[in-house]
């Protein structure tokens, strides 16, 4: 007999919660037929669906025929439907494909449940061999699926794990289904580790960087919050949130009867909130008489319908298109895409959409030793901001960035106030606006066909032979690989200088997924794998662009990505160092006037002396390693030879050694 | 011996010289200004030949004079932090300057096959 099964004992005899039922009362073997029924009266029509995709509770239960929990009582085995299997029947209520985690003492209920009664399918369990690599592929995942994944946590160590992987969720907006396990009783909760990883209010850590969180007393309550959180989360500003899981409620087998009335709510997502017609109307006008309208956009596209969007728009204006890359926003090979300050220099109305940081747009901030800071745009300019970020804010960590005063602020979703926004426009279009409007359309093609070709290649071809091999060979190299294939990249390239936005062209939705959000590092790796697997039943050839320094975070991603079979082709972005912090010290020796010429910026900036060998990285976790790859005339067989093995289903990794930018 | 200190890099911008082919050009002082170079921390942001990026221009076969380099180098109040006689000096900033006009001239874009593509848009 464990101490568990003791334990169970004891709360039984005392009643605590009702429907606990230990061996003291194995008499009342319940079946599985029973217990269904306990969700699902006879007759009972079966919960409505959220949408067609989802099961209903019936069918997944149907699909779980294992669940069969009529076997006679033995001592020390529990009978009865457990809690946790009541809460798989809410999970598989939300269409949720994949819960990742790293296994967990607190959440060992519902792991088992998952498996034996949920049959692993529909949430599958991905492993992951740490917290913030799990988060942080659920991150990527959905900007790919557009659907959430679970990320399933240990409480309080596994929690304050993946707690940076929530942080860039949140400040890029990406609903993640965070879960803990966790027990509040002492009385019942195992002594040591266990006790030593429970809390009061373990969400209380993440609370400042999550949209919601509950610690539900009940099944009942768990089915309501559990729902409640999906619908949280998936509501414009989406966000992660996070439900703790008593291990108790995961663990204990409610009495039989005692849920006669379980249920579990259906899901209506909310509509996302609409610019106010007036304001709406109001930019509308701005816009049609100004003489350089720019947009600038960070994470306007929500979904593909965001990104039609904002080509309609922006052509019915001819207006000028920053993107600030947080999502596939706007075609980078468009006439009307810029790049940079100049266009909004130019701008005499600017308006903002979903940015994560309107000040640093119409200001500079230049990093000298006097920090020099002021406007960029010119006097007059008019501003619009339109985003949720109006909607919703938090106060602790600064991710709300300074304050912008503008002459027009909506507080809506940006994209689903486009619409209303592309009507207005062309309710006031006319004859003259027409033409203001074509002229400046003409002027922004001349201008883009004589400028970008001649830059971008007199760049490229300056250090084509060079060895360590430069962002603009490897883009290029990587270009006439996959320029027809079905691709996507799933990492950011400030890295290597912007080399495929300045050489490649994105015009699908599906193609670009932005950053980190919060620039936390370690999110590149697993965010790239989380993205892949979403992007496996499509087909893809998924290319990510992988910085070392952010590789050896948790390179145990790779093994992830081997075990699951999930292909992806990671091309190392090989600069041995956290190339950005050189640049750093180089600025403080600099201003210090100190050092510089005993590379004193080295000390601890670098990742040399030993060379991380990323191939046999890779080889030790299953991952097809290449490399590593100095010539620049090595590059093309290798990176061949690595989607090869991508396309027949399977991770690659070549590693190349880089430029430092 | 400064070389000393920076084995592994130097040896980089060594292979560097090697596909760029400068190891037959360059003479003996422009072959010293690659290791200034490389210790004085310019390719941190202009990258090791001098081809500029992300974080600072081009600085390879500058049209600047050397004055012109010089005074910008020691007095730039932007976005580049200043490198002072004190930590780059006199002599060295030469050489630095000597081997980024050394640098063998990239090939033409229009001879390279990949690039074609980019004119063709």
Known sequence: MTDKSKSKQAVTKVDRRKFMAGVAVAGAAVVSTEAKSAILPPGAPAPAAPSAMRPSTVMAQAEVATASVSAPAYPGTQNGKPGSDYMVDVLKTLDIEYIVTNPASSCRGIHESIVNYGGNRMPELLTTMHEESGTAMAHGYFKVALKPMGSLCHGTVGLQHAAMAVYNAWCDRAPILMMIGNEMDANVRRPGVPTTHAAQDPAAMIRDFTKWDDQPGSLQHFSESMVRAYRISMTPPYEPVLIVMGEELQEGVPEPGHFENFSIPKVALPTPPQGESNAVRETAAMLVAAENPVFVVDRVARTPAGLALMVELAELLQATVVDQGGRMNFPNMHHLAARGAAAIRRADVVVGMELTDFWGTVNDFSDTAHAQQGPIVREGTRMVSIGTGDVYIRANYQDFQRYQPVDIAIAADAEATLPSLIEAVRMLLDGAARTRIDNRGQAARDAYNTARSRVAADAAASAWNASPISGARLSFELWELIKNEDWALVSRDQSISNWPHRVWTFDKYYQWIGGPGGAGIGYGLPAAVGAALAHRPHGRLVVNIQNDGDCMYAPGALWTAAHHKIPLLNVMHNNRAYHQEVMHLQRMASWRQRGLSDGSWRVATTIENPNVDYAKLAESMGVAGIGPIENPNDLAPALRRAIDIVKAGEPALVDVITQPR | ?121
């Open chain 2, 1 to 121: 011996m400064h070389r000393k200190t920076l084995p592994g890099f130097v040896s980089a911008l060594l292979a560097s010289l090697f596909f760029a082919g400068a190891a037959q050009a360059a003479d003996a002082a422009a072959e010293d200004g690659a290791a200034v170079y490389s210790r004085s921390g310019c390719w941190g942001c202009h990258a090791y030949l001098g081809q500029g990026g992300r974080d600072g221009p081009q600085i390879a076969h500058t049209a600047l004079s050397y004055e012109a380099f010089s005074t910008f180098v020691r007095n730039s109040t932007g976005d580049m932090p200043p490198f002072t006689a004190r930590i780059v000096p006199d002599a060295d900033l030469e050489k630095i300057y000597a081997y980024l006009q050394s640098i063998p001239e990239p090939p033409a874009p229009e001879t390279l096959p990949l690039l074609q593509d980019v004119f063709s848009d």
